[in-house]
């Protein structure tokens, strides 16, 4: 979430993503990062490792459902509506409640380990 929140400051700010994300990223270094993006985040010359974040597929595959799910939500779209092409688009399970998933929940470094998508 503070990954989102810094690509969209720098997006409205016409800011290099690369200084949002340190910036935003350095307020909140407990967020829960990865091994590999701390050691970035809090490094005195950060330098591109690769992707700026979600370098794996799976993590690529969700920045674009979130992406696609906020365009539709700013465009109009209805929540069922959003939930039917998420779903089709992405392979994702969004009828599982909070309550269905939290019991088999916890962080994970890799998106694959998730269940459900």
């Given at each position: 979430?503070?990954?989102?929140?810094?690509?969209?400051?720098?997006?409205?700010?016409?800011?290099?993503?690369?200084?949002?994300?340190?910036?935003?990223?350095r307020?909140?270094?407990?967020?829960?990062?990865?091994?590999?993006?701390?050691?970035?985040?809090?490094?005195?010359?950060?330098?591109p490792?690769?992707?700026?974040s979600?370098n794996?597929?799976?993590?690529i595959?969700?920045?674009?459902?979130?992406?696609?799910a906020?365009?539709?939500?700013?465009?109009?779209h209805d929540?069922?509506d959003?939930?039917?092409q998420?779903?089709?688009?992405?392979?994702y399970?969004?009828?599982?409640?909070?309550?269905g998933?939290?019991?088999?929940?916890g962080?994970?470094?890799?998106?694959?380990?998730?269940?459900?998508?």
């Amino acid at each position: 979430m503070i990954g989102a929140i810094a690509v969209a400051s720098a997006i409205l700010s016409k800011k290099p993503y690369k200084d949002a994300v340190l910036d935003i990223g350095r307020r909140y270094p407990h967020a829960g990062y990865g091994g590999s993006f701390i050691r970035w985040l809090l490094s005195d010359d950060p330098q591109p490792y690769a992707v700026i974040s979600h370098n794996h597929p799976e993590g690529i595959k969700g920045a674009q459902a979130t992406a696609l799910a906020v365009f539709l939500a700013r465009t109009g779209h209805d929540k069922e509506d959003i939930r039917e092409q998420i779903s089709r688009r992405f392979g994702y399970d969004l009828q599982r409640s909070v309550e269905g998933i939290r019991p088999g929940y916890g962080f994970r470094i890799s998106c694959p380990h998730f269940s459900g998508g």
